[in-house]
Nanobody
Framework: EVYLVESGGGLVQPGGSLRLSCSTS????????MSWVRQAPGKGLEWVSGISSGGGDRTSYADSVKGRFTFSRDNAKNTIYLEMVSLKPEDTAVYYC????????????WGQGTQVTVSS
């Protein structure tokens, strides 16, 4: 069974930093692209960032986080990370990691989410 478990969220002041982690198990991690998706209060899901599979580690970012967030993966630890700096109140959301299934062109597994609150 596939498991995705996020951690690292919390309360931070504007301009602060956080590092989210998503530990995975139950699948061959290195073969799958992964993403971070967030949901702000009262809003829908917003794709934040993605990282490719196969060792290339190509990353892409939503314009709203480009230059502030860095997505990385450690295939030896089956874990992905989202380094967030210069956080803004509008970054407040529940952050989810998600596994991309290229066969179905959709996400097939999600974590439970970790809350990030940016407030003074």
């Amino acid at each position: 069974e596939v498991y995705l478990v996020e951690s690292g969220g919390g309360l931070v002041q504007p301009g602060g930093s956080l590092r989210l982690s998503c530990s995975t198990s139950g699948f061959t991690f290195s073969l799958y692209a992964m993403s971070w998706v967030r949901q702000a209060p009262g809003k829908g899901l917003e794709w934040v960032s993605g990282i490719s599979s196969g060792g290339g580690d190509r990353t892409s970012y939503a314009d709203s986080v480009k230059g502030r967030f860095t997505f990385s993966r450690d295939n030896a630890k089956n874990t992905i990370y989202l380094e967030m700096v210069s956080l803004k109140p509008e970054d407040t959301a529940v952050y989810y990691c998600a596994k991309w299934d290229h066969s179905y062109s959709d996400y097939d597994s999600w974590g439970q989410g970790t809350q990030v609150t940016v407030s003074s």
